[in-house]
């Protein structure tokens, strides 16, 4: 989008305003719109020099920029089910143990999901007049019972597990596509994406079932919830045919221009059917950017190493929130914020009451976005079953260290979590303990986390007796949720996905096998 068409887009705005009311009667509606391996400095309005992202820059402009901003996990799975539920990976299940500190996630041979007993943000609101859609990746367990309308969602269109592939459908089936609760297609076969090009017209997909459900649902008049979880941002890229070979960056980048260019017609959407300043819109992403695949990945900005990892270049997410005459434009708030506080906050905001029964880790930033507050809050760092590190204010704690096993690694010839980034003794392949000594970071002097504050120092002997209260009485309370990564099994793979008899395509299911899963990272 060049600077005539930003104009005339501006001047478009400011003549749909017009027509926007605040309904300050009814409960606002809600977008998400998540990201997949996108990082902090992929946005110009956090730096990006090529500056590629003019409609969410506008979105950062006119609301709240987070740029202290956190997932619950380095990794896909784990870091949705917490944003859903409003709770840490750890207590939802969404871990393993089989090995200490693994990450774990769910591809389609993955025996779990998300359980039945958590209660998912889309359930609250649906039982308080909300219809939910999910447009995108699911990623919360592929089997029947567990997928989005089984937990809270009125409309799917999208996929339960990521884009890999092409598969054979014989030793492995190519994943499927839904439409509700029924398998449309499948990648590479009904929905295409080019592993040569690149090219695909999922993005284009996903932005038009966006802006129709905003249409239907602001003639309704019913409130809803919107959850634009795409990822074309995760390998294997994709973009399609008007934005390939646009960017300076690559696929990588047409792949960002074309999700910046979805955001942009979602906000339109909102303003052109007189719904925007009822309506609350968050961006972030799941994790941070993938830097082992190099220039086929994201940036981190200056933070140490990426996805995968307990360090900030795998945590700390590009977030902003908007909404019209209700959040103030033009703001930074430094609050140490999670995607599990969307939990909290959207609950808060349409006054529907947390559930009483459970820790909630999540808490609500209404006050925060409504006005300019700050909350103290401690930031858990979790890579499976281990609590990695933990922040208070601007101190971040190592407990434990490493970037990825060597089994993974190779010895220096295979996938790098850290790429070009060696801090001594903490970017390491083999796990380091530190909860007798552990490394503290100043993250307002130091965000790459490259010098550790020495134990002798005044600044640690005054932080760390503080945060290290705070670790016992978190690990003194928790009662950790049975894991749902430890299995996998062939059989339950995408073979016969419900649908898959109406279009004929039912392939035939493997005699079942379950085995503890292998996680190498």
Known sequence: MDKLEITELAEKMKIINKNNQFNDGGKPNFVILLMDDMGWGDLGVFGEPNKETPNLDQMAAEGMLFPDFYSANPLCSPSRAALLSGRLPIRNGFYTN?????????PQNIVGGIPDYEILLPELLQQNGYRNKIIGKWHLGHQPHYHPLKHGFDEWFGSPNCHFGPY???????IPIYRDAYMIGRYFEDFVIDI???????????????????????????????????DATHEPLYASSSFLGTSRRGLYGDAVRELDYGVGQILMALWT??????TFVFFSSDNGAATYAKTQGGSNGPFLCGKETTFEGGMREPSVAWWPGIVSSGQISFQTGSLMDLFSTLLDLSNISLPADRPIDGISLKDVLLNGKTIERPIFY????????????????????????WSEFKNGSGVDFCPGE???????????????????????????????????????QKHMPSIISIVKEHLANLVPGVPQLNLCD????????????????????????????DWPH
């Not at 898959?500 to 035939?508: A, I, N, T, V, Y």
């Open 382 to 405: 979790y890579r499976g079953d281990l609590l990695m590190a933990v922040r208070v204010g601007q101190y971040k704690a190592h407990l434990w260290t490493w970037s990825n096993s």
């Open 490 to 517: 062939d059989a339950v793979m995408n073979w016969a996905p419900p649908g898959c008899e109406k279009l004929g395509r039912c392939l035939p299911i493997p005699k079942s096998n379950p085995s503890k899963c």
């Open 273 to 278: 059917f007189g719904i925007a300043k009822n």
């Open 98 to 106: 089989n090995m200490p500190g693994r990450n774990a996630y769910t």
């Open 196 to 230: 040569k090009t690149g090219e695909s017209n999922l993005t284009q997909m996903y932005i038009k079932e966006a802006t129709d459900f905003i249409e239907k649902q602001s003639k309704t008049g019913q409130p809803f919830f919107l959850y634009w979880a795409v």
């Open 168 to 174: 054979d459908d014989k030793t492995t089936p190519n």
């Open 422 to 460: 060696n801090v001594v003794e903490v970017t390491t392949h083999d796990q380091k303990n530190h909860t007798l000594q552990p490394l503290l970071f100043d993250l307002g002097a130091d965000p790459g986390e490259k010098y550790v504050i020495k134990p002798t120092s005044p600044v640690y």
